[in-house]
């Protein structure tokens, strides 16, 4: 895959409101899936299944938390230019005008 479809695939899987707000609230710091839940309010099958996505796009990392999982973004994912935004490594992307 050359540079330009990999950017394509990693903005296609941010062409999703849900995972653009999951990717907003862990710009705050890790959280369990009920957490993000108690601000998105959306079935948990629908944001397993977005977490599922983010993952394999590299854009966040699970890790267990005794029966539980934490989700954080992948450390370098975080824009250094901005505390509000992403680096994809082909761009960057704000969320200056974006709310959860």
Known sequence: ???SQSCANKLKTLADATRL???K????GPQHVNEINA???VEQSLLSHHLKVLR????VQATRDGKA???SLVPDVQSRASEQGLDLGCCEFSF???SV
């Open 1 to 3: 895959m050359n540079a």
């Open 21 to 23: 707000s999951i990717l």
């Open 25 to 28: 609230l862990l710009m705050n």
């Open 39 to 41: 601000v998105l309010n």
């Open 56 to 59: 394999q796009a590299g854009f």
């Open 69 to 71: 999982v934490l989700y």
């Open 96 to 98: 200056t005008s974006f």
